[in-house]
């Protein structure tokens, strides 16, 4: 990580996270949150909660923000991250309104 220049992060996330989940493809603020899951949670579970979700921005914030929770009630130890998570979602839900 070390050697990770700005330019390489970005290439990064825009060839692996956000053409892999489809985001360029998207409206605003979908793409965002699309994106946000692709980092956080895997490109795969991104489509999943995409397609889950019939492309409605609110289904799909709540299809995540159970994911987390459902998450952590299988694998208690992961509590330690939930706070995090959680506050993770409430931008994204401040930022699409």
């Given at each position: ?13 825009f060839d692996d996270y956000w053409q892999a989940a489809g985001c ?39 299809k995540r923000r159970s994911y987390y929770l459902s998450l952590v ?25």
């Open positions: 990580m070390k050697d990770l220049t700005p330019n390489k992060r970005n290439a990064v996330y360029q493809s998207i409206a605003w603020p979908l793409c965002l949150v699309q994106f946000d899951t692709a980092v956080n949670c895997g490109v795969q579970r991104a489509k999943g909660f995409l397609a889950a979700s019939g492309g409605d921005v609110h289904a799909y914030l709540k009630a299988i694998r208690p130890g992961l509590k330690v991250f939930l706070k995090g998570w959680l506050n993770r979602m409430d931008l994204l839900e401040r930022e699409v309104g």
